[in-house]
Nanobody
Framework: QVQLVESGGALVQAGGSLRLSCAASGTIFSINVMGWYRQAPGKQRDLVAT???????NYADSVKGRFTISRDNAKNTVYLQMNSLKPEDTAVYYCNAHIVGIGVRNYWGQGTQVIVST
């Protein structure tokens, strides 16, 4: 059984920073891609950023230059450093990981709420 547990969501003022973490646990042989997605109220879940096992990254245009994704392969953990936060960044942030374990599949975390106030 694999679990993804996120942390770090909070209420923050515009212009502030937050760091999200997501740790994967269970029977894991490797994690090919880890990423962050977000879903604002009434909207679809959108990609924020992804990072490969080789540290290749991809970002949504709306967060380029403000957010940085990183990972610690030894800890099976992915991070999202969010700077210069804007009210439009308000959403539930979900961790996603493509994991090779007993099988091979995508896993989602439970989500962590980020609220950016004006």
């Amino acid at each position: 059984q694999v679990q993804l547990v996120e942390s770090g969501g909070a209420l923050v003022q515009a212009g502030g920073s937050l760091r999200l973490s997501c740790a994967a646990s269970g029977t894991i042989f490797s994690i090919n891609v880890m990423g962050w997605y977000r879903q604002a109220p009434g909207k679809q879940r959108d990609l924020v950023a992804t990072i490969t096992i080789g540290a290749g990254t991809n970002y949504a245009d709306s967060v380029k230059g403000r957010f940085t994704i990183s990972r610690d392969n030894a800890k099976n953990t992915v991070y999202l450093q969010m700077n210069s936060l804007k009210p439009e960044d308000t959403a539930v942030y979900y961790c996603n990981a493509h994991i090779v374990g007993i099988g091979v599949r995508n896993y989602w975390g439970q989500g962590t709420q980020v609220i950016v106030s004006t």
